[in-house]
């Protein structure tokens, strides 16, 4: 028998909070002498890369330079076309397009602060606390026109964040802060994993045009944000995956564990092709690997089995679909025997 509840004591992360959802199990009853921590599941504790990310980053980069030098040995041999030219000036676009990316937000969007919007910058600061940065990213609410989106990016030595107005109303206590909470970190998240560099983004950049190859990089990389986004604040996951299925003003309607048991019942040839060409995993995927933090997300083929009541991962168990509704059979009064 084993009962579990929590308590105020136990493993605590470099910043001195609890690990998420880490649980402290009583086994034999609650008999003290046989108390003891189950530790957080492998993607319950401190933000993990996804292991589909580096090697993949590799695979790109590899790609990449193989590209980029078969390009300077036919421009040396007189080879020229628009593309070629436009692969060699990379470097320079690249750094003229993250800089205009940087001043839009900064001409046109209101910036968090201390004074302003001060609850989203508070969020931020947390997060970039909590991931060990040496400074707050900068952080900006940009007109949403009904667009449901968050970016991080950087230019230089500065990182930010934009929050679209229509996502940060989400925020707001009749809504789902923790939902805010949530995207911020997986924001902060992309800043902290070193996925906004300038060296990064170029040696990709020939590779993330490749198609399916370059998808599956950027779905590793959303699935490593989602876990920093996790580890910021758990609880927000099911509002974040509310919001972008359904929208900031339906999110609450959505029932999160039938939204992810959807990703083992949903099947098919076109649904896995879905995913492959997707730059973020589709959401039902996305939503079970949240729900699940036993394992990684899954990022070419469906889970094949429901996993609920995961939490953590510590209490992790298999449950199969659930049956379909009883139905008593009708009896024809002509068929019963007789005597009734």
């Excluded at 397009?97 to 900064?106: E, L, N, S």
């Excluded at 802060?177 to 990064?200: K, Q, T």
């Excluded at 060409?277 to 699940?292: D, E, F, I, Y």
Aim: with cysteine; charged share 15%; net charge positive.
């Amino acid at each position: 028998m084993r009962t579990v509840c929590q308590e105020s004591h136990g493993p605590r992360d470099p910043t001195g909070q609890r690990f998420p959802n880490t649980e402290l199990a009583y086994v034999g009853g609650v008999n003290p002498q046989q108390r003891f921590w189950l530790p957080p599941a492998r993607y319950a504790g401190p933000p993990r890369r996804h292991p589909w990310e580096i090697p993949m980053l590799v695979i790109l980069v590899v790609l990449g330079l193989l590209v980029y030098l078969a390009v300077v040995v036919a421009v040396v041999f007189g080879v020229f076309n628009d593309y070629f030219l436009l692969l060699l000036a990379a470097p320079l676009i690249i750094y003229l397009v993250r800089g205009m990316t940087y001043a839009k937000p900064r001409v046109n969007g209101v910036q968090m602060t201390p004074t302003q919007f001060p609850e989203g910058y508070a969020m931020v600061a947390d997060a970039a606390r909590r991931y060990g940065l040496e400074y707050v990213p900068d952080a900006y609410v940009v007109l949403g026109n009904g667009t449901i989106n968050a970016y991080a990016s950087g230019h230089g030595f500065r990182r930010f964040v934009v929050v679209y107005s229509d996502l940060f109303e989400i925020g707001g206590a009749a809504r789902d802060p923790d939902a805010l909470r949530f995207i911020i970190g997986h924001e902060v998240g992309h800043v902290a994993a070193g996925h906004v560099s300038y060296w990064r983004q170029l040696a990709a950049t020939v590779g993330m045009a490749i198609p399916v190859v370059g998808s599956a990089l950027s779905r590793a990389q959303e699935y490593t944000a989602d876990n920093y986004g996790y580890f910021n604040q758990p609880s927000g996951s099911p509002g974040a995956i509310g919001v972008l299925a359904a929208g900031k003003y339906m999110l609450r309607m959505v029932d999160f564990d039938a939204f992810a048991d959807r990703a083992t019942h949903e099947h098919g040839f076109f649904t896995w092709a879905t995913n492959l060409v997707a730059s973020h995993p589709v959401l039902t995927w996305r939503a079970a690997a949240l729900r699940n933090r036993s394992s990684a997300g899954r990022m070419f083929f469906r889970p094949r089995e429901v996993v609920r009541g995961a939490g953590s991962g510590n209490a992790t168990r298999v449950a199969p679909p659930p049956p379909p509704p009883h139905q008593v059979p009708t009896v024809d009064d002509r068929q019963l025997p007789t005597g009734w």
